[in-house]
């Protein structure tokens, strides 16, 4: 008798939920969507190996702050697509990981990017350097590291109101910035 109550009210409950259509514009909506001259990237270099195809991407995602206000406003990151040959999903996965500005070109993907990609024929890219680090703000003569320049910009925000401050704004965005790079790559390379 439980279950048949159960199930009915289940049933009321779909019949009277409707979906939602409208919801408001958050802080971090406004900010990755807003427009950004900066935006571009470059494929470095394309490694075809057995059953998959490398992609090594120079990405600049974004102009985060001003020179007024920290040292280093561009973001660049190093994105690394791996495709398979026979892709099967159109799902994919980005791995966000950190690393810092003054580092090389990588060679080669990330060796769990490749095996991923290769188990489940999905494409699976690799994101570096989120946050961009290190980072000096105006004011400081000390670079700051990751943890250290979230909290700091979050004191920035708390300070000023000023909803351009959370790094957290910057980090997505570059999350954003990838994805639409790894589309673009892929329908680049099927024309």
Partial sequence: MKKILFLALLFINFLVAEPRFEFNQTALDDYVHSIDGSYEYEVIKRVSGEGFT?????????TFLTK??????????WLIIVSP???????????IGGGDNDGSVPKEPDQLALEYAKATNSVVATLGMVPNQP???????????EDAIIAYSWDKYL????????LR????KSAVAAMDTIQSVLLEEEE
């Fill in 159 to 166: 300070t000023t109101g000023e909803e351009r401050w959370p």
């Fill in 54 to 62: 490398t992609y090594i991407v120079d990405l600049t995602s974004q």
């Fill in 169 to 172: 704004m910057a980090m997505t």
């Fill in 135 to 145: 980072l000096t703000f105006v004011g400081e003569n000390k670079p700051r590291w």
């Fill in 68 to 77: 007024k206000d920290i040292n280093r406003t561009k973001w660049k990151h």
């Fill in 85 to 95: 040959d026979q892709i099967k999903h159109t799902t994919g996965m980005l791995v």
